[in-house]
């Protein structure tokens, strides 16, 4: 905490005596704090001085008592200067200082921002490795892990649209923008959220880690947690985020002895850039026509007509403000909204807010309705006057499963090693996924294109992960065949094999393996089996799916030498000039080519004739000449044809009669190819320049 050691002096050239200590030894002083009182005794010795500390620090040693008389060059006490290791907005937190002036400015303050919702408080490096390690033995002494949970498609689904404010399983709260009327939110919590956070805080200490602002952040915490005994308040939300596009950026801030602890839940891994410890979960999504709203924005996307929300027109502004009154709007729904009716087959229809997609054709206006598709959720109306929306996601069944396992695998293996060591979740949660399909042996039909190799298909990286074998063909290992139809030479093969080993084997459609891997156990083979004639639409696994694994890193490319083996050899010779010599290059070229134009056209002047020549007109009126003869030549052949059958001794006319001038000495004679070739080459020019 403190590196400097500073001796305190005398303020005097003659002795004095040290009256009263108004600190002990240990005490942190600030600048200008009174540190003793003291006499002159060079005057009269009986007026009490005080001396004032010019520096802040912690008083080390006390090297003079009370009553004793000090020599002007010896040194009363020791104080090691404040190195400022915990900071609150630009203040020290232990002494006090401003750190804007430019004094404090010099020394190594606080840059570690511990705390989630208080960016504004930062420790030094020091006391934050000391904090991270008290937390890390804390959690092993607990048998704890970190566990980092998104909120946006993960936990919840919020939406900003207008919805009926009767929607069972809905929670509406309205945040206040600043300098703006603020907005309504709609949040659907996903199904069993209470009950895996519960299970999950038995082995985890949970934090929230969201892209949303911090007021909705903390919103949406109060519902999850309005007792705040699971997250507290760890809320890392979009304010406190070093990246706006990435949330790998903080981990070093928030545990700076390292991620060993720490496991992922969301469903973007690419905010993590792909981390090892990441488990990438089904995306939830209630509201049909809402994404994540609080995404942040693709790199260079450009902005794109979308279709509107509900069946609505699209809409500009991407969140609608609403009336800054959240109490009579919730109570009133908005006027868009119709009282629902049942209808015949016992749905709930509304004229607005029914899940329809529309066709918007471009310069229209006018929006065409379609028929619901067959998998769009049920609305229907219970006795009490509430909308229930049938919600079948059970992901979060399956997610807790997961964690379990991979909390058990960790300390399985952290007391393997004596308690000496601590794991690496970046390598258990790859371990714990290769365990699901152990021992099994695939073999691929119509999941990889011919024209791609086997071992960069993502079915092939899918089923490695899981840790499955891959084959291109059968062999004597063989336990399932993943086929997308029915028929293919390989389903036909395994049927022959089927028949003559003891030993079943399954061929099952890509669902299966997608559904591994998704849930991270091996689902049922009879639940995906490949039927007759049946053919599965899920070629591509979906992207909860298909993690990428992570790119390999950059190799420094050798320099090749060249048969010389000098270094110059291999530089782009243009590479040496600077700009000034090109642009003199360029200069000596357009010089070049002005004299040799100065003088061909002094030397070639044509006449009157030349330019009235046909050979010399210019390439519009050769190729309106062109147009010209074509149409004659036509008009040519088709009247020689008719006339063929009365007079066949009368000659064809090859060629339009062209004007001709009498020869003079001095040009030469007019030549027919001459002026033909020179048409070609401008109708060629011509058409080059159209493509």
């Known amino acids: 905490m403190a590196d400097k050691t500073i001796p305190i002096f005398v303020p005097s050239e003659k002795p004095v005596k040290l009256a009263k200590w108004k600190i002990k030894q240990g005490t942190v002083v600030t600048q200008g704090q009174v540190l003793f009182l003291y006499k002159d005794l060079a005057g009269d010795g009986e007026e009490l001085k005080k001396f004032k500390s010019s520096h802040a620090g912690t008083v080390s040693s006390i090297k003079v008592k009370e009553g004793d008389v000090v020599e002007p060059s010896s040194a009363v006490a020791d104080l090691e200067e404040c190195r400022h290791p915990t900071v609150m907005m630009e203040m020290c937190a ?160 928030l545990f700076p002895c390292g991620d060993n602890m720490v496991c992922i839940i969301d469903d973007r891994e690419d905010v993590w850039r792909h981390a090892a410890n990441l488990i990438h979960v089904r995306p939830y999504s209630f509201f049909q026509s809402t994404g994540d709203i609080n995404a942040p924005p693709p790199i260079e996307e450009k902005p794109k007509l979308t279709i509107g929300k509900n069946g609505t027109q699209p809409q500009v502004q991407e969140m609608p403000t609403l009336d800054a009154e959240p109490d009579e709007n919730l109570e009133k729904p908005a006027n868009n909204f119709e009282k629902p009716t049942e209808g015949s087959n016992g749905k709930v229809i509304k004229e607005v807010m029914e899940e329809k997609p529309v066709d918007i054709k471009e310069g229209n206006e006018k ?89 960069t298909s993502r079915a092939y990286l899918v089923a490695r992960s899981l840790g499955a074998e891959v084959t291109q063909d059968f062999t004597d290992k063989t336990t399932h065949l993943v086929a997308v139809r029915a028929g293919t030479a390989k389903v036909n093969t395994s ?75 291999t530089i782009n010779p243009l590479l040496s000039f600077s700009s000034d010599d090109i642009a003199d290059m360029d200069r000596e070229v357009e010089d070049i080519f002005n004299e040799s134009d100065e003088s061909s056209t002094d030397d070639e002047k044509p006449s009157q004739d030349d330019v009235d020549d046909e050979e010399n007109l210019k390439e519009d009126q050769l190729i309106r000449i062109d147009e010209e003869s074509t149409q004659d030549r036509l008009q040519e052949t088709q009247d020689s044809s008719n006339e063929s059958e009365n007079d066949e001794e009368q000659p064809r006319p090859r060629k339009r009669p062209r004007k001709s001038t009498p020869p003079s000495d001095e040009e030469p004679p007019d030549d027919d190819d001459s002026s033909w070739n020179l048409m070609g080459a401008a109708l060629e020019r011509e058409f080059l320049a159209q493509d």
């Open 94 to 253: 232990e002494c006090g200082a401003d750190l804007r002036s430019e004094e404090t400015k010099k020394l190594d303050v606080a840059i570690v921002p511990m705390v989630h919702s208080v960016p504004e408080l930062k420790v030094s490096e020091e006391l934050a490795q000391k904090l991270g390690k008290e937390d890390a033995e804390r959690l092993l002494k607990d048998r704890k892990l970190v566990l980092l949970v998104d909120l946006d498609q993960t936990l919840v689904h919020t939406t900003n649209d207008n919805i009926p404010p009767n929607l069972k399983g809905v929670l509406h709260f309205f945040l206040r923008g600043p300098g703006g009327p603020g907005r309504w939110c709609h949040t659907r919590l996903r199904p069993r959220t209470q009950e895996f956070l519960e299970s999950a805080a038995k082995n985890y200490e949970l934090h929230i880690c969201t892209f949303g602002a911090r007021q909705y952040a903390h919103a949406v915490a109060e519902l999850l947690d309005p007792e705040k005994k699971y997250f507290s308040h760890r809320i890392l939300s979009r304010d406190e985020c070093f990246d706006p596009r990435t949330k790998a950026a903080n981990l070093k801030a």
């Open 495 to 569: 049927r022959r094999i089927t028949e003559k080993k003891s030993s079943k084997l399954h061929v099952v459609t890509p669902d299966w393996l997608w559904s591994c891997a998704e849930r991270w156990e091996r689902v049922e083979e009879k639940l995906y089996t490949l039927q007759r004639g049946g053919q599965s639409s899920c070629r591509r696994p979906p992207a909860h799916c298909s993690s990428p694994p992570p790119p390999p890193a950059p190799v420094a490319a050798l320099r090749r030498r060249t048969p010389s083996g000098r270094f110059m050899d």
């Open 367 to 455: 929006i065409e309705e379609v028929e619901l598709p067959p998998a769009e959720p049920v609305w229907t109306e219970t006795s009490d006057g509430q909308i229930e929306v049938e919600d079948p996601d059970d992901y979060l069944i399956y997610l807790e499963d997961i964690l379990k396992r991979i909390h058990k695998h960790f300390y399985d293996v952290y007391d393997k090693m004596g308690q000496k060591q601590i794991p690496d979740l970046k390598i258990v949660i790859p371990e714990v996924k290769s365990e699901v399909l152990t021992g099994t042996s695939l073999v691929f039909s119509g999941l990889v294109p011919t024209h791609q190799k086997l071992e």
